[in-house]
């Protein structure tokens, strides 16, 4: 089969795009709007981009809103309202034993309602930006966003690293114990999977 992207609607591009791009880490991003208010939610249109800087990269999509006269309209969601607002946002790593905690903050809250006390989940203050990172989280990133790039129906959002925060028990003192951290990843619809089964591989010298 062969599926030229420009005679497809975007709502099956998303569905194939979703199902071909797997497994996709998932960014548990904590902001804070200009008023004060947190908010914590998950993406998957999420990945690592540099080193040197150290660069992580988020796609935001937006979301749609109904008028009182029943039209709808695309707005930006929150957590992309805030980092353009504040310039920061932390990303905390999901571990498996937070995945239904991090399911229960995805879902479309008003503005004024914090995910964290929905999902009974812990702020804690970052040590460079403002918005909180996640105490029960493994591993947390504050970022300070680097660029912002603009698209039709969706953001993508480069953030610049400037503190990880690592539990003890989940660094052997040269990196990250993924036995430990059991990050859990995004397949396509509602399917997630785990990283219990791991496999090494050397890479081959010329």
Aim: hydrophobic fraction near 35%; glycine fraction near 6%.
């Amino acid at each position: 089969m062969i599926i030229e992207c420009k005679e497809e609607n975007s709502q099956d591009l998303y569905k194939i795009l979703l199902g071909c791009v797997v497994p996709r880490p998932i960014a548990w991003v904590s902001s804070q709007s200009s008023d004060g208010v947190l908010n914590l939610a998950p993406f998957s249109f999420f990945n690592a981009f540099s080193a040197d800087p150290p660069i992580i990269g988020l796609g935001i999509g937006m979301k749609t809103r109904k008028s009182e006269d029943g039209s709808r309209s695309l707005v930006p969601k929150d957590t992309l309202k805030n980092i353009l607002e504040t310039k920061e946002f932390v990303v905390n790593v999901v571990s498996y034993q937070h995945a239904d905690k991090m399911n229960r903050s995805s879902a479309e809250y008003d503005p004024a309602v914090s995910e964290f006390e929905q999902a009974g989940l812990t702020p804690s203050p970052s040590k460079l930006v403002k918005p909180p990172y996640l105490k029960e989280s493994m591993v947390s990133m504050e970022c300070r966003l680097f660029q912002h790039i603009e698209l039709p129906r969706s953001s993508i959002i480069l953030g610049e690293v400037l503190c990880f925060h690592i539990k003890d028990e989940a660094w052997d003192g040269h990196g990250i114990i993924h036995d430990v951290l059991q990050p859990i990843g995004r397949l396509a619809g509602s399917a997630y999977c785990k990283t219990d089964s791991v496999f090494d591989m050397t890479r081959p010298r010329v």
